[in-house]
């Protein structure tokens, strides 16, 4: 697509954002996004509630308040029409949960099921929280949990046998607005959420476009019970694959060989939020957030553009 020349455009696509910000006036700007996914779990409600929550979480991530949504949905033209509806329900109650209003939306005849929303939210122009505003000696949090799409490949091959999928699913279905609202509250540089491109390369893509460099311990990292072990399996989602494709050309992993490290190039569904703020303002955020959260690292003014994973 060619380059978008509009003084009111104020995110757009140049540094890969989680949602686009269009300014109307000095006080409000209107936050887009859209996504669309295939089912990660067998019940129809609860997948109509993850997807929602994915597609919401976009808004969240810029620091925005979601208020509008259109359905997206790709279903059998043949397919029951009360699966499709318990999807549908799914995704309105975990919208209304996140005060978003349901408008409408569109289907088409697919041979798969896939269900999305398109979410417009708002922001006060000068309040954008974007992942091209980290600055060197920042701390990085991470709100969740990784290795969703570890888990979920499991369950898919059936080798999932003693996977307590409860806290997964809690996880994906859980909106991002508290550590959104915390995020704003103590002043955050900058934010990305967690979904396909992996932990990994949502970071690089905050490094590429914040200009810095970005340092991960390994060891602090939350997962999700039984991810590693399933890779060690020798299952490997096929996101892993395509991320370390895309990002590990810009990767130092320091000779580490773990599969914790494929892990954090794994697709996340729902995932948390990256949390970019001054060391000073991690205590703002902790009185906010009264969830669990965790430090995995640093932001350096060295290897601009790259990611160093350290034990």
Aim: proline share 5%.
């Amino acid at each position: 697509m060619p380059p978008i020349e509009d003084p009111n455009l104020l995110v757009g696509t140049n540094t890969a954002d989680d949602a686009g910000v269009y300014r109307l006036n000095d006080e409000l700007a209107l936050v887009k996004t859209i996504d669309i996914l295939t089912p990660v779990v067998d019940d129809s409600y609860t997948f109509g509630m993850i997807a929602a929550a994915n597609c919401i979480s976009d808004i969240y991530a810029m620091g925005g308040d979601p208020k509008l949504a259109l359905n997206i949905v790709g279903y059998p033209a043949m397919g029951d029409p009360k699966t499709l509806g318990e999807m549908l329900k799914g995704g309105h109650d975990k919208a209304k949960e996140a005060g978003v209003t349901t408008i409408g939306g569109h289907t088409f005849a697919s041979p798969e099921v896939m269900y999305g929303l398109s979410v417009l939210g708002y922001i006060q122009p000068d309040k954008i929280i974007t992942n091209a505003g980290a600055k060197p000696d920042d701390i990085i949090i991470l709100t969740k949990p990784i290795g969703i799409g570890t888990i979920i490949q499991a369950v898919l091959i059936g080798k999932d046998e003693g996977i307590d999928m409860k806290p997964v699913i809690d996880s994906m279905t859980t909106l991002n607005r508290d550590a959104s609202r915390a995020m704003r509250t103590a002043g955050a540089h900058a934010a990305t959420d967690v979904t396909g491109y992996g932990l990994i390369g949502h970071l690089v893509e905050m490094a590429e476009a914040s200009k810095i460099g970005i340092e991960i311990s390994l060891s602090k990292i939350p997962v999700h019970e039984g991810a590693v072990e399933i890779l060690d399996q020798g299952i490997f989602e096929p996101g892993i694959t395509m991320n370390l494709n895309s990002f590990s050309n810009r990767v130092d992993k320091s000779k580490i060989d773990s599969n914790l490290v494929n892990l954090a190039f794994g697709s996340e569904t729902s995932g948390g939020l990256i949390v970019v703020l001054p060391e000073g303002k991690v205590d703002h955020f902790k009185e906010s957030y009264k969830a669990s959260f965790t430090i995995i690292g640093h932001v350096t003014a060295e290897n601009k553009g790259h990611l160093t994973l350290i034990k």
